[in-house]
T-cell receptor, first 112, second 112 residues
């Protein structure tokens, strides 16, 4: 069974731009969560989607948003990029009946 | 609120020696506990999980962990490490919501 896939793997943007990251969960997984990983703040929860609805949201500004499609694929968007948004963005999927989450390889975003 | 403390940011150990990576958590409700491993430029791989039942859980690659409710700990152990175990290890706690709270990570370096 294929794992979680994320595209693109690497991205370079400049301040003020916006970016969209994509995540395809493991087949059959309907819950998708997003995390930000930085050297200073570590791993932080962004949000979780299930059945196209955001169920939980972490403590991030409104510039961070996401959505989920009917096939469970998810996208996250960051508008008006700031230097501090440079990070590894990780997507994780899970079966709704289970608690463990399976992570993708991440998208490395660099904001210049 | 939940929190996770990984007491050691770096653990150097010689090949074939045993290792213990320490993790303490705090939570006001029942928790689920996880250990993930991250190799350079990769996402997180689930090593093992504690959901309920036996307090000693075994995971992949010869790792095991023991859940201690009275000490609110979930330490990770391996009796004999290999060079290939060099990576960063994260302890995480989850609850009923699908939102993981991670520790700051422990860099395990296995020396020849």
């Amino acid at each position: 069974k294929a794992g979680v896939t994320q595209t693109p793997r690497y991205l370079i943007k400049t301040r003020g731009q916006q970016v969209t990251l994509s995540c395809s969960p493991i087949s059959g997984h309907r819950s998708v969560s997003w995390y930000q990983q930085t050297p200073g703040q570590g791993l932080q929860f962004l949000f979780e989607y299930f059945s196209e609805t955001q169920r939980n949201k972490g403590n991030f500004p409104g510039r961070f948003s996401g959505r989920q499609f009917s096939n469970s694929r998810s996208e996250m968007n960051v508008s008006t990029l700031e230097l501090g948004d440079s990070a590894l963005y990780l997507c994780a999927s899970s079966l709704i009946s289970q608690h463990e989450q399976f992570f993708g390889p991440g998208t490395r975003l660099t904001v210049l | 609120a939940q929190s996770v403390t990984q007491l050691d940011s770096q653990v150097p150990v010689f090949e074939e020696a045993p290792v213990e990576l320490r993790c303490n958590y705090s939570s006001s409700v029942s928790v689920y506990l996880f250990w993930y491993v991250q190799y350079p430029n990769q996402g997180l791989q689930l090593l093992l999980k504690y959901l309920s039942g036996s307090t000693l859980v075994k995971g992949i690659n010869g790792f095991e962990a023991e859940f201690n409710k009275s000490q609110t700990s979930f330490h990770l152990r391996k009796p004999s490490v290999h060079i290939s175990d060099t990576a960063e290890y994260f302890c995480a706690v989850g609850g009923s919501a699908r939102q993981l709270t991670f520790g700051s990570g422990t860099q395990l370096t296995v020396l020849p």
